[in-house]
């Protein structure tokens, strides 16, 4: 894993995954599926296909609390619609990371440039003013 330059002083600090073997440790730690669409996306790299960014936070100990898939493209990403090919941050065993690590996702999202918070926790049950419900509104 590639250490980001963002700190936080509270131990915890974001990684890129870059190998197969990165993957499966976030998904082990992380209690995730993570590093099964990692491969995938790895995979889509080799090919020449446009693919995701993968982060991961790690703290001190070793533990990874939340982890992060970046979609390759960033206005689809946002898209109410779009359950699937989307940004995507989860936290311990698909848990929801806000608002405990809300100033971390936010930091990582400044530093990368993309626009990353609680609508892109998928497993929230939201409703919205314009799907019917159910669904997160950006």
């Known amino acids: 894993?590639?250490?980001?330059?963002?700190?936080?002083?509270?131990?915890?600090r974001w990684h890129r995954l870059e190998t197969v073997e990165d993957g499966m440790l976030a998904q082990k730690l992380n209690g995730t599926a993570v590093g099964h669409y990692f491969e995938r996306e790895l995979?889509?790299?080799?090919?020449?296909q446009p693919a995701n960014?993968?982060?991961?936070?790690?703290?001190?100990?070793?533990?990874i609390p939340v982890t992060m898939q970046v979609w390759h493209d960033p206005e689809q990403a946002?898209?109410?619609?779009?359950m699937v090919e989307r940004n995507i941050v989860v936290g311990m065993q698909n848990r929801d990371p806000f608002p405990e690590f809300g100033a971390e996702i936010r930091a990582l999202a400044e530093h990368i440039g993309r626009e990353?918070?609680?609508?892109?926790?998928?497993?929230?049950?939201r409703t919205s003013d314009n799907d019917g419900g159910g669904h997160p509104s950006p």
């Open 1 to 12: 894993m590639q250490a980001l330059d963002i700190q936080f002083g509270n131990g915890l």
């Open 43 to 48: 995979e889509q790299r080799k090919a020449g």
């Open 53 to 63: 960014e993968y982060y991961a936070l790690v703290g001190e100990d070793g533990s």
């Open 78 to 82: 946002r898209s109410p619609e779009n």
């Open 116 to 125: 990353l918070d609680e609508y892109d926790y998928p497993y929230a049950r």
